[in-house]
Every structure is written in C-alpha cells, then in structure tokens.
C-alpha cells in the first residue's frame, strides 16, 4: 500500500502563493487517484482538488478555488503538487493529501483509504 507525505506548509499573506507537494512510497504511484483536502479549525474536511491516475489527464476543483489553485502530478518523481495563488485568509487550514485504488475522483472524504498526516496553511489578512 502507498505511504503519502505532504510538505510545503507555511504561513503566507493574503495574495501570496504556496506549493504544497505530495510524496508517495510504497507502491506504485500512478495508480492512485490523488486528492487534496483541508480542513479549518471547527470544520469538516473538504474537497479541494483531484486528479486522476496514470497520466492525471482529468481534474477537478472545488469552486471556491478554481482559477487559483492547480493540481498536478509527477510519476517519474511519485509527487502530486499543489500550486496556490492569491491566497485567502479563508485557505487557512491543514492541508491533506488522499489516495484512492480506482478511476474515477471522488469528493467523498470515505472515498480514499490513504491519508498523509497534514501540512499547515495560514494565510494572514
């Protein structure tokens, strides 16, 4: 089964950018479905984006981040990076990444068996 590890957190001011990037071992990495969820402080963990597997030809973005955030995924490197522009205070959250054995990206947190352990965002005003 896959190992997944997130990096690239910090705090940020409103308007700045990020990029978090997602490390996988442990299996073969192209196969996975990879998501990126968050979670603020009192809230529910979200949907933020998704990419399917092998080539990552097809992605998907919550509403409230499309046109700022990209997905993206390296199999050569096992890594799937999230580059965020024109950050919010209301990005501020801990960031996971998520796998799935399957094809199809799924927004459900249920949905994906593989969990990395979270990397902080804290965008300030």
């Known amino acids: 089964q896959v190992q997944l590890v997130e990096s690239g957190g910090g705090l940020v001011q409103a308007g700045g950018s990020l990029r978090l990037s997602c490390a996988a071992s442990g299996d073969t990495f192209s196969r996975y479905v990879v998501a990126w969820f968050r979670q603020a402080p009192g809230k529910e963990r979200e949907f933020v984006t998704g990419?399917?597997?092998?080539?990552?030809?097809?992605?998907y973005y919550v509403d409230s981040v499309k046109d700022r955030f990209t997905i993206s995924r390296d199999n050569a490197k096992n890594t799937v990076d999230l580059q965020m522009n024109n950050l919010k205070p209301e990005d501020t959250a801990v960031y996971y990444c998520?796998?799935?054995?399957?094809?199809?990206?799924?927004?459900?947190?249920?949905?994906?068996?593989?969990w990395g352990p979270g990397t902080q965002v804290t965008v300030s005003s």
């Open positions: 998520a796998g799935r054995l399957s094809s199809a990206v799924l927004i459900g947190r249920s949905e994906y068996q593989y």
């Open positions: 990419i399917s597997r092998w080539s990552g030809d097809s992605t």
